[in-house]
Nanobody, 125 residues
Framework: QVQLVESGGGLVQAGGSLRLACAAS?????MGWFRQAPGKEREFVAA?????????YADSSVKGRFTISRDNAKNTVYLQMNSLKPEDTAVYYC????????????????????WGQGTQVTVSS
């Protein structure tokens, strides 16, 4: 049974930083982060390949502020979030995929096989 355990969420003021972590059990996966704000659909934030050699980000809403990385020795993926804004407030979910998408569609939730329980990030103005 694959388990994804997220940590690092919390309350931070606008302009602050947080680092989320997601520890995966079992094999090495393609990893992604998604978020869901109240009343909105779940949206892609960032993804990283199994080797860590390539990363993918959502549009300009997070690119340049968020950085995804991984430590394969610990089978853990991180999301460093800087310059946080109130609109970043959401539940953040870690996701793991067994296979990489053929068309680099890392933004698609359908390529991920396992999901974490989510961690709340709240950014106050």
């Amino acid at each position: 049974q694959v388990q994804l355990v997220e940590s690092g969420g919390g309350l931070v003021q606008a302009g602050g930083s947080l680092r989320l972590a997601c520890a995966a059990s079992g094999r090495r996966f393609v990893m992604g982060w998604f978020r869901q704000a109240p009343g909105k659909e779940r949206e892609f934030v960032a993804a990283i390949t199994r080797s860590g050699g390539s990363t993918y980000y959502a549009d300009s809403s997070v690119k340049g502020r968020f950085t995804i990385s991984r430590d394969n020795a610990k089978n853990t993926v991180y999301l460093q979030m800087n310059s946080l804004k109130p609109e970043d407030t959401a539940v953040y979910y870690c996701a793991a995929g067994v296979s990489a998408p053929f068309n680099e569609a890392y933004y698609s939730p359908s390529i991920y096989d396992y999901w974490g329980q989510g961690t709340q990030v709240t950014v106050s103005s």
